[in-house]
Nanobody
Framework: QVQLVESGGGLVQAGGSLRLSCAAS????????IGWYRQTPGKQRSLVAI???????TYADSVKGRFTISRDNAKKTVYLQMNSLKPEDTAVYYC?????WGQGTQVTVSS
């Protein structure tokens, strides 16, 4: 059973940075792709970034050049470094792996 726990969210001014972490339990971490998604009230959850088991990333167009996804297989943790944050990045951020979602972490960017 995979469990995912996100951390690192918070309140930041526009132009600032945050780093989100997602710690996973379970033995299949190193062979799975892991994604970060975000959701705002009334909207569907959307992909922000995903990283495959060899570390190849894919980003949503809206975050390219600003966000970086990375993983540490030894620590079973995936990170999302978010720079040059904008108010429209405000959302609950979730990580996803192997059919499981974390509980989410709130990111709020003030203008």
């Amino acid at each position: 059973q995979v469990q995912l726990v996100e951390s690192g969210g918070g309140l930041v001014q526009a132009g600032g940075s945050l780093r989100l972490s997602c710690a996973a339990s379970g033995s299949a971490f190193s062979i799975n792709a892991i994604g970060w998604y975000r959701q705002t009230p009334g909207k569907q959850r959307s992909l922000v970034a995903i990283i495959n088991f060899i570390g190849g990333p894919t980003y949503a167009d809206s975050v390219k050049g600003r966000f970086t996804i990375s993983r540490d297989n030894a620590k079973k943790t995936v990170y999302l470094q978010m720079n040059s944050l904008k108010p429209e990045d405000t959302a609950v951020y979730y990580c996803y792996m192997a059919g499981q979602w974390g509980q989410g972490t709130q990111v709020t960017v003030s203008s």
